[in-house]
Every structure is written in structure tokens, then in C-alpha cells.
């Protein structure tokens, strides 16, 4: 069993930054997936991020390339989410996941969700 708890969102106007983070119950944590979804309103759920347990890979969505960075703390059981040059469209709720295997989870398939922590980029 696995729970999660975000932080770190926040009101922030375009070009900021923010950095979440996701704290982690569990002692099987590190062979865990780890990653980041976001659903802006009236919109569906999508994949942005994650970081894979067994080699640090990590994997973005394309709008979000070269500019957010997944990380991960093995020892403190927390992923962070690094987010520069926020735009207005990275409005959303963000979704902390966990899910024993990367492929499955870039396919959209999540074990575990946090309770989402909301960030607003304002133009």
C-alpha cells in the first residue's frame, strides 16, 4: 500500500516557478514509478511526467519538455516536480501517481493517486 500527499502548488504569474512535491507512505517506494498527471477543467486527465525506479529514467509530455524536471529522493520518499516558465495553459490540478511499472503507467494505468494540489499561472 502506497499513499500520497502533494504540496507545492500555488497562484504564480507566467514565466514563474513552482516546485512540488510528493510525499510517500510505504516501505515499497522505491520500486515504484513515480509521477505526475495533471486535469485542467472541463479537460481530461493527462500524463506529464514520471521517473522510473529501476534506472532514474525519466519521461515527459512534449509541452512540457525543457521545462519541468521529475525527481526523485529515494531516502526521504518524495518525488518533486520542478515547473519553469509557467504558462497560463499549465493551469491545472496536479496529481501525484505511483505505479510499479513505467510502460504501464505512460499508458495511463496508476496503482495509487495522491489528492492533487492545484496550480494557477496567470498571463
Known amino acids: 500500500q502506497v499513499q500520497l500527499v502533494e504540496s507545492g502548488g500555488g497562484l504564480v504569474q507566467a514565466g514563474g516557478s513552482l516546485r512540488l512535491s510528493c510525499a510517500a507512505s510505504g516501505r515499497t517506494f522505491s520500486t515504484y514509478t513515480m509521477g505526475w498527471f495533471r486535469q485542467a477543467p472541463g479537460k481530461e486527465r493527462e500524463f506529464v511526467a514520471a521517473i522510473s525506479w529501476s534506472d532514474g529514467g525519466a519521461y515527459y509530455t512534449d509541452s512540457v519538455k525543457g521545462r519541468f524536471t521529475i525527481s526523485r529522493d529515494n531516502a526521504k520518499n518524495t518525488v518533486y516536480l520542478q515547473m519553469n516558465s509557467l504558462k497560463p495553459e499549465d493551469t491545472a490540478e496536479y496529481y501525484c501517481?505511483?505505479?510499479?511499472?513505467?510502460?504501464?503507467?505512460?499508458?495511463?494505468?496508476?496503482?495509487?493517486w495522491g489528492q492533487g494540489t492545484q496550480v494557477t499561472v496567470s498571463s
Open positions: 501517481a505511483a505505479h510499479p511499472s513505467a510502460y504501464r503507467m505512460l499508458a495511463g494505468i496508476v496503482s495509487y
